[in-house]
């Protein structure tokens, strides 16, 4: 079966994000006097959404924080997070010209665990938002990754473009860490890692790549006639 469509993940695959989302985790997570390291983030929570992030870090330090209290800090963390993104585009280098590949050839769409706002903001700025046709954020599913559901959704929702049933097996999933690539898979499509958060020696995909930039529809498509 051929390649009917291309769903990328967000943070850390198309925009350089992550270090950004450390610092801002960092931030708020100071004026709570709770020390997040560089390494605890990326080794422990860097698979969450927002508020699985503050879920995790207050089960694994016994935290009593409640719905609303964790509603207050996503919501100190988003801002934090626009402070810093204000300095300019952050988007991997060649990141921009791999989504225009990418859409002339075949529907695209974003599952990510940012949340929406962030995602949108970032492309706006780009002027690259109309390239996709659905964009799955944090806020769109009731169980964020690793589990499969914003996976599922994204391509439901391709489906509706293509105006014809979409199989995930016809889907190329993009993704940077394992509990993306474990999403994608659990969702029924095939996978690409991209080792720019992570040595792709250690995610488990159906292909590799150094970077985004190196984007290569013609070798997507050999995943699609084995």
Known sequence: MPLKAIVFDFDGVLANSEPLHCLSFQRVLASESVH???EEYYARYLGFDDVGVFRAIASDRAIAWDARRIADLVAMKALAMEELERDGSVLFPGAADAIRRAAAAVPIAIASGAIGPEIRRTLDREQLTPLFAAI?????TRR???A????????????????????????LAIEDSRWGLESAR????????????????????????????ALDLHLFASLFTR
């Open 186 to 213: 659990a969702a029924g499509l095939k996978t690409v890692a991209v080792g720019q958060t992570y040595d792709v020696a250690n995610l488990p995909a159906d292909l590799a790549i150094d970077s985004i930039a």
């Open 36 to 38: 997040l390291s560089d």
């Open 148 to 171: 499969p559901d914003p996976y599922l959704l994204a391509v439901d929702r391709l489906g509706t473009v293509v105006r014809d049933s979409l199989d995930p097996g016809e889907c």
């Open 136 to 140: 799955v954020a944090a806020e769109d």
């Open 144 to 146: 964020s990754k690793p």
